[in-house]
């Protein structure tokens, strides 16, 4: 990933919905250091998938109702930059601020793959927010547009209750309008 970069899972946070003290299988939530300047630094476990591994559980098994635990994110931080959100505005000749996607999730793990139509975005043009946007997607390969991230605002909020993020500037997106 770009070394502006920094993804932390973190299930100890007060207050914060999927924080408890401990996993569904009795482990003790943790910090974990996920990705760090751009360096893959680790990944979350169960029991069974720390056994496999050969390493000790994360604290991240997740029970269903009717189905055994899997390893599952609690809290997913991406680290606050150093550039204010106005700046990163003011640097834009054109481009979109997302603020909302339609059917989030949509896309494959696996290869990075998604496409997502956008709920609540803006057009930004010569350094300006000039209006909302409308029948407007995005998609493209997340692991490919991590690699080149221009910039990673100093703000940042809780969206969906277990995901912290700053606002990311992506030169590389692709982005679909329906006319």
Known sequence: FDEKITLIEDGTL????????????GVPHRRNVLVE???????????KTAAQFGVESTGNGSRGLFNPPNPSPTNFIIQPGQTPLKDIITSLDEGIIVEDLL???QGNVISGAFSNPLS???????GEIVGRVKNVSIAGNVY????????????????????????VLLPEMNVVAKE
Do not use: H, M
């Open 144 to 167: 490919d547009l991590l690699k080149n991230v221009a910039a990673v605002s100093q703000e940042a909020q809780w969206v969906y209750s277990s995901f912290y993020a700053p606002y």
């Open 120 to 126: 609540l975005a803006f057009k930004v043009e010569k």
């Open 37 to 47: 300047n751009g360096v893959l630094k680790g990944f979350i476990y169960d029991l």
């Open 14 to 25: 007060d207050g914060k919905a999927e924080s408890a003290p401990y996993d569904d299988e």
């Open 103 to 105: 059917g989030i999730g």
